[in-house]
């Protein structure tokens, strides 16, 4: 049974890594990104209710076959637009809303997963309930198929790193709307190091993340 649930676990614990690492280990010294942006323009909330993240782990390749995917849901965040156009935002993932979607209909799988992720074997939520993107650069993009890129300090498990995502930004009648690409991360970078017994297969180092969220002016 511990063997099933390792085997249905892990690939799905690459969402933005926070696993234990290695007590051997050094921990890793956080980087960031200078914050250039400001909160002067007009202020929007996030709506948690329609805002969430995207993931998905691989063992081996990248196929359908061997990948598990799921959401986290935001449990808050704000966003500023000045001049009709985005100047700055950061969102805050409320790390107990850990799922996996892939697993929604073998509900006693699911729990077991959803249950062993929220542990202090892997995400100690305990201890570490939320996760953070804070925007620090905002570019307008003029080729491709997103029209802006958000550079930004992802926070997991207390170390922060830089990411830079590719989006559609838009802002129109009081919504704010941003949709990333699809964003492979290193879990190693944020201390994720753990692998499966090789009879398992090789987990990889990337997880895909894709962030959507909605923010609503304040009145």
Request: with cysteine.
């Amino acid at each position: 049974m511990r063997k099933k649930l390792f085997s249905i676990a892990i690939p799905a614990l690459f969402v933005a890594a926070v696993m234990v690492s290695c007590k051997k280990d050094k921990p890793l010294a956080s980087e960031s990104n200078e914050v250039t942006t400001t909160k002067e323009g007009s202020q929007f909330t996030l709506d948690t209710l329609n805002s969430k993240v995207e993931w998905k782990g691989y063992k081996v390749f990248k196929s359908e076959n061997t990948s598990h995917f799921g959401t986290i849901r935001f449990e808050s965040g704000d966003v500023t637009v000045k001049d009709g156009k985005l100047e700055s935002g950061k969102f805050v993932a409320d790390m107990n809303s850990l799922t996996s979607v892939d697993l929604k209909d073998s509900p006693e799988d699911m729990g077991k997963l959803n249950g062993h992720l929220k542990s202090g074997d892997f995400f100690e939520v305990e201890k570490f309930p939320t996760a953070s993107y804070e925007i620090t650069k905002v570019t307008p993009a003029t080729e491709g198929d997103y029209n802006t890129l958000l550079d930004g300090n992802l926070t997991i498990k207390g170390i922060t790193k830089p990411v830079q995502f590719k989006a559609n930004v838009s802002v129109k009648d009081g919504v704010v709307s941003v949709a990333t690409e699809p964003k492979d991360i290193k879990r190693e970078e944020f201390g994720v190091k753990f692998q499966a017994p090789a009879e398992n297969g090789v987990i990889k180092d990337e997880v895909t993340l894709q962030i959507s969220v909605k923010a609503l002016e304040k009145k």
